[in-house]
């Protein structure tokens, strides 16, 4: 994975890892959880595949340290991606989150859609504000999700059984991620149905069936109001579903990719 790098944007000193090159930018968000490192298991094989490759770590979370002296607090994550944008003087690219990090990549989508030429959203109920969306939180909310180690609710049974070194690492990184005890970044505007259908770039979803938080059925709810959608189920994937299964999810994101050129 590329070594971290920061730059120094309106409100945030951001850590940020960019693999480099001149092949097609592929940038990613992390979720409410972890940092840029999340993403590790996608770096080197979309790197051999010939793309250029960039995740950040939110201000706030991990290596990214708020500085109240440049701009105003907490930000939000789209503006902190439309700084890097422009400090890296990228045109075009696709966006990828995961999560929380879905959350925040429907937002620039809509906002910024001449940027993004492609979209992947993971394992995200994608905070939609909708009255049914939200009714459809309350439903499947469990009375214990707020209490519970984190790693119970985002890492699925599967993995934590047969996978407990990679399980000690999500956890590390999940600790790192929350080390500054800092808030989470709001979206720039809230997430409607009516916001969804602006959205222009064709779009990849992907639901783990052993999820929590964002299971198939809650997925699906959301992903019907963007125009172009193109719907994947991980069977035994919980919410750390690039993490899990990366392989799987690696060959699902590169034949995306291609796609997005043939």
Known sequence: MPDPK??????VRLLYRDSGGDGPAVVFLHANTGTSESWTPQFAPLIEAGFRVIAFDRRGRGGSVPVAETGAQPGSVGEDL??????????????VGVAGGGFQALDYAAWKPEQVRGLAIVASNGSISEPEMQAAYKQMHAPFIDDTNRHFLEVSPSYR???????????????????????????????????LATIRARTLVVSG????????????MWAAHVPQVDFHEFPA?????????????NA???????????
């Open 6 to 11: 920061f730059a120094d944007l309106p409100g």
């Open 82 to 95: 439309a700084a890097l944008v422009h400090h890296l003087d990228l045109a075009r690219f696709v966006l």
């Open 161 to 195: 059984l047969t996978e407990p070194e990679g399980l000690a690492r999500w956890i590390a990184l999940e600790d790192h991620s929350r080390a500054q005890r800092q808030p989470l970044q709001p979206l720039r505007t809230p997430n409607t149905f009516a916001k």
């Open 209 to 220: 069936c052993a999820e929590m938080l964002a299971p198939p059925p809650l997925m699906r």
């Open 237 to 249: 994937a919980g919410h750390a579903l690039p993490w899990e299964q990366p392989a799987k999810f």
């Open 252 to 262: 699902l994101l590169l034949d995306y990719l291609r796609s997005l050129a043939a």
